[in-house]
């Protein structure tokens, strides 16, 4: 005969061990998206400087924005550790 107790238990511990990597997921995806915007927006940058002049603020809001996606990862991470954790 199983006991709940125990079952439930290892259930528990089980599913709180997988809450680190569900959160280092997050950060990871996050990271790995903007790093690819960011290498396809900074080459795209790079030939419209040389192009014309004067596109620098525009061109370093471009690359700003992808930045978001890690904050929102550190943000989905929080969330994920503080409410399962």
Not at 27 to 49: C, E, F, K, N, Y
Not at 66 to 74: D, R
């Amino acid at each position: 005969m199983v006991d709940t107790a125990t079952a439930g238990a290892a259930a528990a511990t089980a599913g709180n061990a997988l809450v680190p990597i569900g959160a280092g997921l997050a950060i990871a995806a996050g990271a790995l998206a903007t790093a690819w915007a960011q290498s396809t927006i900074g080459a795209a940058a790079m030939g419209l400087m040389a192009e014309k002049d004067g596109m620098e603020g525009r061109v370093l809001l471009f690359l700003a924005l992808p930045e978001t996606m890690v904050i929102l990862g550190f943000v989905t991470a929080y969330l994920i550790i503080s409410t399962l954790g």
